[in-house]
């Protein structure tokens, strides 16, 4: 704040900052480089330079990042999504449930198996969209804040995924369903998400509405934006993400599992905002969440890597949230 | 009233001797991303005076009251309180150096009562040390006993009127018993009574020998109470007079830094068809029986007072709330406009009251802006903007429109308030609306972009464009208005044509 300014003129050309995702990405260079020492340090090898673990790291990130790519968009709208962790265990669920292999013993829908696989990969979507889809019209009909229809979802859904089965996992997928999971898939749909995403809130009028609906929301509706249509369009995408992701887990898995997704809504929230998405609204882009990402699964691989214990991986994400925000506070303060 | 009361106190009070001031701010300089705020500005305020701090708005006189206040820190220059150098670092460490600011925007708590809300961090304790309500409701009514207030300090103040509300934060700042007291335009919320209540609060504190900085738009007050008049200009000081040497043409000569030949630019048009048609429009409990005709070209006023329901027929009109009854026609044709996407589809177009409320996006760009309200225009192929056309659109109308912005891509709440509203209206200009109505188009805007809007106003109404104004101030309605309608209590009162509009015909119809 006090920073010394002898020429107005350089003020004016300091206004014209870099994008904020390109200071985040320098953050998650900065912590690629600190682990390529230490690890040169500790373990006499190099961090970043191990395919495979490069391929576990961004594999894990990507359902989460799926996950987070529909709550971006729901905190662009100055909402929250907390029930994507628990849609995507009941997708999960469903979808496996519709998707075992001919002869194996099933705890739901005895008699059906063999599907072909598009049946359980919609039937896992449809499941995530309609979630979405009672989340938005609660919001929009009702007026309840978000945080209270989505932690009603969180826990509706969760407990749904435990009733399918009553709580009996549901395992040998078909070879077929599986194959979404397998290899490089899990990273190629997260990444094409995020860019058909991307591309939708930057260049299209979806985009667009969703950014005025967070900037203002009377100032939304004078305009002409139908606010509660558009706030349920965004919360059914975000419902359809989350069963999008419960499709790729339960197929990467090869099995469903109600416990799936366990406060991965909050991982997801946490990339958004490690990403720069502002929870007042209007702010953030997917680029920043899909970086925000990246830097949660990278700590993760780094503190594995280097055989720190899980208890302390949490506390470290934990403060690393806190900073993230800090760091968002700051920024827009500096902004007035 | 108030000529009198300042007489009596600047022959009664002791004139300062030179260097000792109450307050110095000398070489202050501010800047924002995008924006010098403030380039080396001073401030010298006087015991015992008024001193009236004016300029247009983003001119800099808000952020040098923050500075001053301790709300923002200066890039460079330096503050002397009492002729003692300090740092503020923080609005309570002001306050412990004997400067209280009443703010522009209100701050209080309104869930907790009047007194709780004065005494807020300071409040009495008991030996046990839990607040002392008793002391604490004993100590309000001892200030309110002084400052001649008459309201019930346990009384929440989620109950009050605006105007009590401000009067409970001027009784707030006094309670401070500071020796500068920086009032941010303390009277755009509150009624006639209540400013007359004010300056007699102000004129008591003068002679207690204090000092008061005092922002405001209105002319009238500046020379009501001010004694010294300081005038800054885009973020640069310009000169400090006292107010006897200065009248209303020479002080906005200074202020906007060239002569305003015409504030009122009004034309005489060819009125052309008719092309609104509002017919019995009621809303239950609101307003009713509301008819009028407008034709393109014409601009119609209403006058009125606050609450009279000119704003909610506006509303109504424009499908934000469902009417009770009544038609609306426009160019002839029924029309049902259930919301404002209907609205902006028949070609109505509506500038609201409350800029920042409901209008801006400040967290945006200029761009995103204009363009929001016409984007079903600019759609190519899966919904896609073709943002080219768009931008280029809107870049014409920014310049047409003089928007004072470094590109269309600076965010918004860097522009200062004229700029904000001349954005705003480019967003409705894209609409290409048949029927605009302006709400307050000229609240909170300072004197030379007022005068670009009315230009702007009035050639939109030569275009053939049909415009209604609503507005409380008599001045811009009396010049700008073909025809006023004129609405009390949620009834039009009386129509005036424009050689008939006085001041004197308009307030005889708004008011009982």
């Given at each position: 704040m006090s920073t010394v300014v002898t020429n107005p003129k350089a003020l004016v050309a300091k206004?014209?900052?870099?994008?904020p995702e390109l200071s985040i990405l320098f953050v998650l260079l900065g912590i690629a480089v600190i682990f390529e020492v230490l690890g040169w340090i500790f373990?006499?090898?190099s961090f970043l330079f191990n395919s495979q673990r490069l391929v576990i790291m961004i594999l894990q990130v990507s359902v989460i990042g799926l996950l987070a790519i529909g709550v971006t968009q729901v905190i662009i709208t100055t909402g929250i999504d907390l029930s994507s962790g628990s849609v995507l265990a009941l997708s999960a669920m469903v979808a496996a449930s519709l998707a075992q292999s001919a002869d194996v013993a099933r705890p739901?829908?005895?008699?059906?198996?063999?599907?072909?696989?598009f049946i359980p990969v919609v039937a896992g979507l449809l499941v995530g969209t309609v979630c979405g889809l009672i989340n938005g019209s609660l919001i929009a009909a009702t007026g309840i804040p978000p945080f209270i229809a989505t932690l009603g979802m969180m826990v509706t859904a969760r407990g749904l995924a435990q009733y399918y089965t009553h709580g009996k996992p549901i395992s040998q997928l078909s070879d077929s369903y599986t194959a979404i999971g397998a290899g490089a898939m899990p990273v190629m749909i997260f990444l094409m998400m995020a860019v058909v995403f991307h591309i939708a809130l930057r260049y299209t009028k979806y985009g667009k509405y969703t950014y005025a609906i967070g900037g203002n929301m009377t100032a939304a509706r004078v305009s002409g934006i139908d606010v509660k249509r558009h706030l349920i369009t965004v919360y059914t995408i975000a419902g359809a993400l989350s069963g999008l992701a419960g499709v790729v887990a339960s197929a990467r898995a090869a099995s469903g599992q109600s416990g799936m997704g366990l406060s991965y809504e909050l991982d997801a929230i946490a990339a958004a905002v490690i990403g720069g998405v502002s929870l007042a609204g209007g702010v953030g882009r997917i680029t920043g969440t899909v970086i925000g990402a990246l830097i949660l699964g990278m700590m993760t691989s780094g503190f594995t890597f280097l055989g720190i214990d899980a208890y302390i991986q949490q506390i470290v994400k934990g403060v690393i949230i806190v900073v993230a925000v800090i760091a968002d506070t700051y920024r827009s303060k500096r902004k007035i | 009233m108030s000529a009198v009361l300042k007489d009596q106190t600047s022959s009664t009070m002791p004139r300062a001797a030179a260097g000792t001031y109450l307050l110095e701010a000398e070489g202050i300089m501010k800047g924002f991303p995008g924006v010098i705020a403030l380039a080396g500005v001073q401030l010298k305020l006087r015991p015992g005076t008024v001193h009236a701090l004016m300029g247009e708005n983003g001119a800099g006189k808000s952020t040098l009251m923050k500075i001053i206040a301790g709300i923002y820190q200066p890039d460079e220059g330096q503050i002397r309180v009492k002729g003692e150098r300090v740092v503020l670092h923080s609005p309570l460490d002001a306050l412990q150096k004997g400067i209280a600011m009443i703010h522009q925007e209100l701050n209080l708590v309104p869930f907790t009562t009047i007194a709780e809300n004065i005494w807020i961090g300071r409040e009495p304790l008991n030996k046990l040390g839990f607040v002392d309500h008793a002391e604490l409701f004993r100590r309000t009514r001892e200030l309110f006993d002084r400052l001649h207030i008459d309201l019930d300090?346990?009384?929440?103040?989620?109950?009050?009127s605006i105007a009590n509300r401000q009067m409970v934060e001027i009784a707030k700042a006094v309670s401070y018993d500071s020796d500068v007291l920086i009032m941010d335009e303390p009277t755009s919320a509150i009624t006639e009574k209540e400013v007359e209540h004010l300056f007699a609060i102000i004129a008591d504190l003068k002679a207690q020998g204090k000092g008061i900085v005092y922002i405001t738009h209105k002319m009238v007050e500046v020379f009501n109470i001010a004694d010294d008049i300081s005038v800054f200009r885009d973020g640069h000081y310009i000169t400090t007079k006292p107010a006897s040497e200065l009248d209303r043409d020479k002080l906005i000569t200074l202020m906007v830094g060239r002569e305003l030949t015409q504030m009122f630019p009004k034309t005489t048009v060819p009125l052309r068809d008719v092309v609104l048609d509002v017919r019995s429009l009621s809303r239950q409990g609101v307003f009713s029986g509301v008819s009028f005709q407008l034709r393109g070209g014409e601009i119609l006023g209403f006058a009125g007072l606050?609450?009279?329901g000119r704003t909610e027929v506006a509303e109504t009109i424009y499908g934000m709330y469902p009417a009770s009854g009544g038609e609306i026609y426009v160019n002839g044709k029924r029309v049902e406009i259930k919301s404002p996407r209907q609205a902006i589809d028949a070609g109505l177009a509506l500038l609201t009251e409350d800029r920042k409320a409901s209008g801006l996006f400040l967290v945006l760009p200029v761009l995103e802006n204009m363009e929001i309200a016409s984007l079903p225009g600019f759609l190519g192929r899966l919904g896609f903007v073709r943002q080219r056309t768009v931008s280029e659109e809107c870049e014409k109308l920014r310049q047409s429109l003089r928007v004072k912005t470094p590109s269309l891509y600076q965010i918004i709440e860097n522009l200062s308030g004229g700029n904000q509203q001349k954005a705003l209206i480019g967003r409705w200009l894209l609409t290409k609306p048949k029927v605009l109505i302006l709400d307050e188009p000229t609240r909170g805007i300072d004197v030379g972009a007022k005068a670009e809007i009315y230009k702007l106003i009035s050639e939109l109404a030569a275009d053939g464009v049909a415009i209604i104004m609503i507005s409380s101030e008599m001045a811009e309605i009396i010049g700008m208005c073909d025809r006023v309608l004129v609405m009390h209590d949620g009834h039009v009162t009386g129509e005036l044509k424009r050689d008939e509009l006085t001041q004197e015909a308009i307030l005889h119809l708004a008011s009982d």
């Open positions: 206004a014209r900052r870099l994008p373990n006499g090898q739901v829908f005895e008699g059906l198996g063999g599907l072909p696989v | 300090p346990e009384e929440q103040v989620q109950h009050l606050m609450g009279a």
